[in-house]
């Protein structure tokens, strides 16, 4: 059971390259994410996904795209990076069964930390 | 402004102090909150919530919620130096609304 896991661990794009992060977790989770954490303003929600096959906007989606075509994968695009999209990200998961949010443990990846030129 | 504000510290403290933290929202519909812990280069993880105002005390730690003033405190008791780390508050307006709001986590130092 390996929980969350996120694909590159690093990057380093130039400025209007493309990307895509991948994140994966084994736990059949219906809901997960995907955050942003910078210096001073903690972590902010990109994209979330509710189930397979769908995908949300959060609190900051410009600039970013997502896919959930399989339930165990969340994919994050990046399709023109800017040095404004440096930043650590994080994937999350979260069976959300019990409808009891503060109770029902996110599951966090490790991050992927990007930079760009 | 931000829904909720939470002062990024650093916080150095000698090992067996007491840390303080604490965070402010603006969101006055926010009844559910919790406090997550981030090891360095790790990702969050829950250590506590409470539901709406009062105490809950969980080992050395105590949640502590103030509705009428919005605001919230986590203390840690007999700090070691294992409980260095970023703190990080987050809050919830329903039990079900799983896009929680986090604050910027404050990094914590417990001196050896």
């Known amino acids: 059971n390996a929980g969350v896991t996120q694909t590159p661990k690093f990057r380093v794009l130039k400025t209007g390259q493309s990307m895509t992060l991948l994140c994966a977790q084994d736990?059949?989770?219906?809901?997960m994410y995907w955050y942003r954490q910078d210096p001073g303003m903690g972590l902010r929600l990109i994209h979330y996904?509710?189930?397979?096959?769908?995908?949300a906007k959060g609190e900051v989606p410009d600039g970013y795209n997502v896919s959930r075509l399989k339930k165990q994968n969340f994919l994050l695009g990046l399709e023109s990076a800017a040095p404004s999209q440096t930043s650590v990200y994080f994937c999350a998961s979260i069976q959300a069964t019990s409808g009891r949010a503060y109770t029902d443990t996110q599951y966090f990846g490790p991050g992927t930390r990007l930079t760009v030129l | 402004q931000k829904e909720v504000e939470q002062d990024p510290g650093p916080l150095s403290v000698p090992e067996g102090a007491i840390v303080s933290l604490n965070c402010t929202y603006s969101?006055?519909?926010?009844?559910?909150f919790m406090w997550y812990r981030q090891y360095s280069r790790k990702g969050p993880e829950l250590l506590m919530y409470t539901y709406s105002s009062g105490n809950k005390e969980d080992g050395r730690f105590t949640a502590q919620v103030d509705k009428s003033s919005k605001y919230i405190s986590l203390f840690i008791r007999d700090s070691q130096p294992s409980d260095s780390a970023t703190y990080l508050c987050a809050m919830s307006p329903r039990s079900n609304d799983y896009k929680l709001s986090f604050g910027a986590g404050t990094t914590v130092t417990v001196r050896a």
């Open positions: 736990m059949n989770h219906e809901y």
């Open positions: 996904s509710v189930g397979e096959g769908t995908t």
């Open positions: 969101n006055s519909a926010f009844q559910y």
